[in-house]
Structures are given as C-alpha cells and as structure tokens.
C-alpha cells in the first residue's frame, strides 16, 4: 500500500516548479524520495539531520509516554519530565539549520516525517505520503 502511495505521489502538479528533492536518511523515507526523484528527474539529497523525532528512553511504553507529555506541553519539556525527548524547538532549530544550504532554491520538496513537519504546518492533518505546501523563511 505504501509503495502505491509514492508511485502515485509523482502525479502531483506542484513537483512541477520544484528544482531539488531533499529526504530524511530513515530507509522508508528514503524510498519514497526514490519513487519521485526517479518519476520526476529531481536530484536527491540525503539530509540525517532530517530523522523523526528522538525519544531519549528505549521501548513502544516510553515512546508514547513522550508523546503524550510533548502533545500535551505543547513540545516543550517539563523540567520534571519523567522521560527526555526531543522540543519542538529542538526539531524546528534542526530542520532550519539542514534546509539553510538550500537557500538558492526557490521551490525544495522534501520528504521527511510527520513530527517534523508539524513544527511548520501545527494545524495540518498530516497522512503517509501527504503533501503539503508551505512556504518557510530560512
């Protein structure tokens, strides 16, 4: 299912204006990015600095217990907080600092995760191989 939703991804007319595919260095990313560099002729960066949201605890429990505390903290990390992760600050800095080097670009698609990209579009509905028009100042 997931491999259909790239391919037909390719279809969509805003890929068009865009000059430059940048994509997250986890492997399922990666392969969607494949999917529309090579339907579309786009040259493909690898960005890790791209990766999903870090949780510094191991195991599923921990995990959503983060993302309970970081949903309802609205991102930020208690001082208390039982388990660390990743502030939406944190993420948002990490996504700025990587993309800077694309400042010559006007139109970048980039292929990333659903929490990383919140931090720019907080109100979106965000589903696998969505996409979403945003303009962002780097």
């Known amino acids: 299912k997931g491999r259909k939703q790239a391919q037909d991804l390719c279809q969509n007319p805003l890929f068009q204006s865009a000059d430059l595919l940048v994509a997250s260095s986890v492997t399922r990313?990666?392969?969607?990015?494949?999917?529309?560099?090579?339907a579309i002729g786009f040259p493909l960066r690898v960005e890790p600095l791209l990766h999903e949201w870090q949780v510094y605890e191991s195991g599923v429990e921990n995990f959503e217990k983060a993302r309970t505390l970081f949903l309802e903290n609205n991102g930020s990390l208690p001082p208390n907080s039982p388990i660390q992760y990743e502030t939406a600050t944190e993420m948002k800095s990490r996504f700025l600092e990587c993309m800077s080097k694309y400042r010559e670009h006007?139109?970048?698609?980039?292929?990333?995760?659903?929490?990383?990209m919140r931090q720019f579009v907080p109100n979106e509905k965000i589903d696998f191989?969505?996409?979403?028009?945003?303009?962002?100042?780097?």
């Open 29 to 38: 990313t990666l392969e969607t990015a494949s999917y529309l560099a090579s």
């Open 106 to 116: 006007q139109t970048v698609v980039v292929v990333a995760h659903r929490m990383l």
């Open 129 to 138: 191989c969505q996409v979403i028009e945003c303009e962002i100042e780097i």
